[in-house]
């Protein structure tokens, strides 16, 4: 079974400064997605970023960046010039990409909450 | 667009009560969800369909049932309601296999 692990509970960040949020995984397959989804006071789930694991270019959004490591199963996310409404629970996920009717079922890590200070 | 629509937003129940928590999308979404969050442990699938008339289990489904008669709904019930299941719950769907998915803003639920 694929396990998620976000090793930080809590996090904080000054204002304009960048953080970075730890994530494993493990797994035996050889393809599947990783997400972090943004989960702010409001309780609403918002997909921040995804990569594909055969995709070795690491994914960017904007401010958001991640560190993809396949072999190290890791898979990090980089927050630059970090603002207030960067404030909230943040959850990485793993989805396989096998056959059958296991496509769409998420495993999310503990999640990390993340407080940004001005 | 509403996208994932879930009703209600809070409930409270006794304990032995069934209720169904109702979970709509107007997206045409083939794969909808439904999760549980409780603290430290992230959210966890209860139960899952890839399509109206096809459902499975999750990780934690002992105590919930589904159905998938559309395309468009995906009710969660739970026949007999315990302490243990005081949680929010989220509802997510999404188009095809390799799409993220989208969530509904979450029900939470409170058994006393």
């Known amino acids: 079974a694929q396990t998620v692990t976000q090793s930080q509970p809590e996090m904080s960040v000054q204002e304009a400064e960048t953080v970075t949020l730890s994530c494993t995984y493990d797994t035996s397959e050889s393809d599947y997605y990783l997400f972090w989804y943004k989960q702010p006071p409001s309780r609403q789930m918002i997909l921040v970023i995804r990569?594909?694991?055969?995709?070795?270019q690491n994914a960017t959004e904007n401010r958001f960046s991640v560190n993809f490591q396949k072999a190290a199963k890791s898979f990090s996310l980089k927050i630059s010039d970090s603002q207030l409404g960067d404030a909230a629970m943040y959850f990485c996920?793993?989805?396989?990409?096998?056959?059958?009717?296991?496509?769409?079922?998420?495993?999310f890590g503990q999640g990390t909450i993340l407080t940004v200070h001005p | 667009n509403a996208g994932v629509t879930q009703t209600p937003k809070f409930q409270v129940l006794k304990t032995g009560q069934s209720m169904t928590l109702q979970c709509a999308q107007d997206m045409n979404h083939e794969y909808m969800s439904w999760y549980r969050q409780d603290p430290g442990m992230g959210l966890r699938l209860i139960h899952y369909s890839v399509g109206a008339g096809i459902t499975d289990q999750g990780e934690v489904p002992n105590g919930y049932n589904v159905s998938r008669s559309t395309t468009e709904d995906f009710p969660l019930r739970l026949l007999s309601a315990a302490p243990s299941q005081t949680s929010v719950y989220f509802c997510?769907?999404?188009?095809?296999?390799?799409?993220?998915?989208?969530f509904g803003d979450g029900t939470r639920l409170s058994i006393l």
């Open positions: 996920a793993y989805r396989r990409n096998a056959g059958g009717t296991s496509y769409g079922k998420l495993t």
């Open positions: 990569q594909e694991a055969y995709k070795q």
């Open positions: 997510a769907s999404s188009y095809k296999r390799f799409q993220p998915q989208h």
